[in-house]
């Protein structure tokens, strides 16, 4: 039975995810604005594990007070199918986007009894004039760079327990008001600490359900949910007012985090949604056999 | 206070080996036991119990009262707990230390925290030559772990030093951090003369240098990250006995030369 919030009719279903390994990175600079440069390039190209080998966000932005060298600073998170598959994600935009960002330093941004290389690699960029510096259980390197140096330390934290894939579909009748109450939703979410949405602006208008007509295509368009193919296709979920729709996907370092960031989203939908044509929430599940992890809306709301 | 207290029974005509006594030590073995523990120099000498007036129960922390300079090796090879020391030591305090505290209220010999791997040393008086250095026999001076020392170290300090911090209130003797592979000394007074004979890696951090081997170059003037970072790490581990935080620019002297000159001396810039 399906639930109305607010005028938002809210699906009795779930949202089926994953259980990932992730990461967090600590991105300081001389300011707030080349921290946030450096992690967002960092961070790009970061939506789907599938296609872009990690899923990335910014999680937060610290004040010089949280950050190892008192400048300000950026947490980013990263995502993976395992540990050593986010071992060369971390190298390649660590090495091509945070060493190479005026003034960037880069600190581990995960307390965990597992560790991943952060500096490892990057450190041989020194070409020998590296050194090093432990403090602690720390070791930070310092790559001589033409700025001055590079400090990285030497790992970061890394967690199995991580999730990936919570998700809500908001359903409306009006494409713009939709997409602004997405966007709401997506800054409540922003508000939770350990999750990340991953997607452009943190929203996804390309849902995708498993597998395809063509050989090779591990996924393809939810044609479902696409409002344009309603009553061609043989199962289509939209009713006769959809005019659109648009998934939100969150990855989280911890269970708890997810259902707080599908928590806060769902009630940013609730609170503004229904005068912007939202119409509906519904979930993304493949019923329940291939994700370890269900948030059940009914539970959120 | 709980724990073992040993308290010197007089002034002792002979040396007194302490090496190895620590409280994970001691609360393993009787009060029988512990009074006939060795602390001679050779075989069959002095027994803990004729040196030591020996009070409390074994636990965390054991207390020395009443020490001298005659007391070797205190806190030798420590490993868990708390030492702490009324009175000057004599030579080789921490010794191969890789865990825990020593505290000293007094001065303390030479080679303090040689071959250190670890833990926390905090003399509250003097250090004598070699602080964190090495001994023959060795191949690196202190390996980790941080000393404190609120008065001055002599010569040589760091040799051979391969990590760790040794941070020190006053100055520092001659040759501070001669052959130095790395790990940081950082001398709140000032850097005595000639420091840094042979260092490959490593920093010495102070407001001023007393003179430079011809092997060393002025880097010119930088504002450093990592020393951002040690700031604040030393700040947050340490407290009050931290050194104050350096100024934002610092002149950066590499060394030495005469080797790979990877070393540093950073002092504040003009």
């Known amino acids: ?301 | 206070m709980s724990g073992l207290t040993l308290r010197l029974k007089a002034p002792a005509s002979e040396r007194i080996n302490l090496d190895g006594v620590t409280p994970a030590k001691l609360a393993a073995l009787s009060g029988h036991e512990i009074a006939k523990l060795n602390v001679g120099i050779d075989k069959g000498g002095l027994a803990l119990g004729d040196a030591f007036d020996i009070s409390g129960s074994a636990s965390e922390t054991l207390t020395i009262e009443g020490a001298g300079p005659n007391l070797d090796f205190v806190g030798g090879g420590l490993d868990s707990g708390t030492i702490r020391v009324v009175g000057d030591v004599g030579s080789y305090a921490g010794r191969k230390m890789a865990r825990g505290k020593l505290e000293i209220r007094g001065n303390a010999g030479h080679y303090l925290a040689s071959g250190a791997t670890g833990g926390f040393i905090h003399v509250s008086g003097n250090a004598g030559d070699n602080a964190g250095g090495f001994i023959p026999g060795d191949r690196f001076g202190m390996l980790g772990g941080v000393a404190v020392v609120g008065g001055n170290v002599g010569a040589r300090a760091g040799e051979k030093m391969r990590r760790g911090t040794i941070i020190v209130k006053g100055k520092t003797g001659e040759g501070a951090g001669t052959r130095m592979i790395g790990g940081t000394i950082w001398a709140e007074g000032g850097i005595g003369p000639l420091p840094g004979f042979m260092m490959r890696r490593g920093t010495l951090l102070g407001p001023s240098v007393e003179s430079l081997l011809p092997t060393f170059i002025d880097c010119g003037k930088h504002d450093l990250v990592i020393v951002r970072v040690m700031s604040r790490y030393f700040k947050s581990t340490l407290g009050d006995l931290a050194p104050a935080a350096m100024p934002l620019f610092v002149r950066k002297i590499g060394g030495d030369l005469a080797t790979i000159g990877r070393g540093e001396i950073l002092l504040p810039a003009a």
């Open chain 1, 1 to 301: 039975m399906s639930k109305t919030v607010n005028g938002v009719e809210i699906d009795d279903t779930f949202a089926e995810a994953f259980g990932m390994t992730g990461t967090g990175i600590i991105i300081t600079a001389d300011s707030l604005k080349w921290a946030r440069i450096a992690a967002t390039v960092a961070t790009g190209f970061g939506t789907s594990v599938i296609g872009a080998g990690a899923e990335c966000g910014i999680d937060r932005e610290l004040s010089p007070d949280d950050t190892p060298d008192g400048r300000p600073g950026v947490r980013i998170l990263m995502f993976g199918f395992s540990p050593d598959a986010l071992v060369p994600q971390i190298r390649n935009r660590i090495g091509q986007c945070v060493l190479t960002s005026p003034g960037s330093a880069c600190y581990a941004g995960l307390k965990a009894p597992q560790s991943i290389g952060l500096g490892k690699a990057p450190r041989y960029f020194g070409d020998g004039f590296q050194t090093a510096k432990k403090l602690g259980q720390s070791r930070y390197w310092r790559v001589p760079v033409m700025d001055g140096e590079f400090v990285i330390e030497e790992e970061t934290g890394v967690t199995t327990d991580a999730v990936g894939g919570g998700n809500m579909l908001i359903l409306g009748n009006d494409r713009a008001g939709l997409l602004e109450t997405a966007e709401a939703a997506v800054e409540a979410i922003a508000k939770v600490d350990d999750v990340i949405t991953p997607f452009p602006g943190g929203i996804v208008r390309s849902g995708s359900k498993v597998g395809a007509k063509y050989s090779g295509m591990f996924a393809s368009t939810n044609d479902a949910f696409c409002p344009t193919l309603r009553g061609t296709v043989k199962k289509s979920e939209l009713g006769p007012d959809t005019l659109a729709v648009l998934e939100i996907v969150i990855d989280g370092l911890t269970s708890k985090a997810v259902a707080d960031a599908m928590r806060a989203g769902l009630k940013a939908v609730t609170d503004t949604g229904a005068k912007r044509g939202v119409t509906r929430v519904t979930a993304g599940n493949y019923g329940g056999k291939l994700g370890q992890h269900h948030y059940h809306l009914k539970d959120l709301i």
